[in-house]
């Protein structure tokens, strides 16, 4: 009967509170929206205050454990244990240019780990570029980069289509990628370079209303390949595309942008752009096959 009694009166308590600070608050709040401030839209009624607190309350309690009538922990989220590490590297290797009627595949095939490969800004290498996997024991990078970089905005800036002018230009000719990664493919970072179709018509793209027609891509840069890597050893991994400009042609029905299907992959400060097809879902970014971490910061 004790036990009753106590709890009954506690009960009462709680209403008692919670029916003066209503009255408090109501007070408050008739008093400053009759102050003749002019925007007092930031103000809560009472009841807006007590249904919060409320959920608040119960919301805090249905997720804590509860032991008895005591909390025994709050449980509270984990940050991320990894994540992508887009901090430029210091190239201690070979430096190999690549102008214009250059052979970027031949480049990017003797190139080693460590080494800095310079493409002409202006110029246009045909792909499909493929990315080899490299011995790598001590995790080097293989920098791929425009001659004009100090044209560029600095790291942690992004670029604009503007920026094109002073980028090399990687472009599929066909509705293939236009750069895609082999099984195992590592540290490999792109700079400042431009990657598009040419815009060629095609049967499978629409034709527009001033009798033109459009052209077709299934994506530009793909970085993993369901189907084909279904072990972890085969997915491309460390891969970086930093203040790149990626983009479709306007006529283009292009379906991706960059696939991201491996681990440890990044579009930094670049601007992905104009991806869209008829009859199909398009992504500017996109991945299905990839365990991660993915860094995408700062883009378009």
């Given at each position: 009967?004790?036990?009753?009694?106590?709890?009954?009166?506690?009960?009462?308590?709680?209403?008692?509170?919670?029916?003066?600070?209503?009255?408090?608050?109501?007070?408050?709040?008739?008093?400053?929206?009759?102050?003749?401030?002019?925007?007092?839209?930031?103000?809560?009624?009472?009841?807006?205050?007590?249904?919060?607190?409320?959920?608040?309350?119960?919301?805090?309690?249905?997720?804590?454990?509860?032991?008895?009538?005591?909390?025994?922990?709050?449980?509270?989220?984990?940050?991320?244990?990894?994540?992508?590490?887009?901090?430029?590297?210091?190239?201690?290797?070979?430096?190999?240019?690549v102008n214009s009627?250059?052979?970027?595949?031949?480049?990017?095939?003797?190139?080693?780990?460590?080494?800095?490969?310079?493409?002409?800004?202006?110029?246009?290498?045909?792909?499909?570029?493929?990315?080899?996997?490299?011995?790598?024991?001590?995790?080097?990078?293989?920098?791929?980069?425009?001659?004009?970089?100090?044209?560029?905005?600095?790291?942690?800036?992004?670029?604009?289509?503007?920026?094109?002018?002073?980028?090399?230009?990687?472009?599929?000719?066909?509705?293939?990628?236009?750069?895609?990664?082999?099984?195992?493919?590592?540290?490999?970072?792109?700079?400042?370079?431009?990657?598009?179709?040419?815009?060629?018509?095609?049967?499978?793209?629409?034709?527009?209303?001033?009798?033109?027609?459009?052209?077709?891509?299934?994506?530009?840069?793909?970085?993993?390949?369901?189907?084909?890597?279904?072990?972890?050893?085969?997915?491309?991994?460390?891969?970086?595309?930093?203040?790149?400009?990626?983009?479709?042609?306007?006529?283009?029905?292009?379906?991706?942008?960059?696939?991201?299907?491996?681990?440890?992959?990044?579009?930094?400060?670049s601007y992905v752009?104009?991806?869209?097809?008829?009859?199909?879902?398009?992504?500017?970014?996109?991945?299905?096959?990839?365990?991660?971490?993915?860094?995408?910061?700062?883009?378009?």
């Amino acid at each position: 009967m004790m036990k009753k009694e106590v709890g009954g009166y506690f009960i009462l308590l709680i209403v008692l509170t919670t029916l003066s600070i209503f009255f408090v608050l109501a007070q408050q709040y008739n008093n400053e929206k009759n102050s003749g401030v002019e925007d007092n839209s930031h103000l809560k009624s009472p009841l807006d205050f007590i249904k919060n607190f409320f959920y608040d309350f119960f919301a805090y309690f249905k997720k804590a454990p509860v032991t008895g009538s005591a909390v025994s922990s709050v449980t509270i989220v984990e940050l991320p244990r990894v994540y992508v590490d887009t901090t430029m590297p210091t190239q201690t290797g070979q430096t190999i240019t690549v102008n214009s009627g250059g052979n970027l595949q031949t480049a990017i095939n003797n190139a080693q780990p460590g080494d800095t490969i310079i493409l002409q800004a202006g110029a246009t290498f045909n792909g499909k570029i493929t990315l080899p996997a490299k011995s790598n024991p001590n995790n080097k990078w293989i920098v791929i980069r425009t001659s004009a970089l100090g044209n560029l905005p600095p790291e942690g800036q992004r670029v604009k289509p503007s920026d094109a002018v002073n980028m090399p230009k990687i472009i599929t000719t066909s509705s293939d990628f236009a750069i895609d990664s082999a099984q195992g493919a590592s540290y490999y970072r792109f700079i400042g370079v431009e990657v598009t179709d040419d815009g060629a018509p095609s049967q499978y793209a629409p034709t527009f209303p001033d009798g033109s027609k459009g052209s077709y891509n299934y994506g530009l840069v793909e970085l993993g390949r369901s189907g084909r890597d279904t072990q972890l050893s085969h997915l491309p991994h460390h891969i970086i595309f930093d203040r790149s400009y990626i983009h479709a042609q306007p006529k283009t029905s292009s379906r991706r942008g960059v696939v991201l299907n491996g681990a440890h992959q990044a579009v930094i400060d670049s601007y992905v752009s104009d991806f869209k097809e008829v009859g199909s879902d398009s992504q500017a970014i996109a991945g299905f096959n990839g365990i991660g971490p993915f860094k995408i910061v700062n883009n378009y």
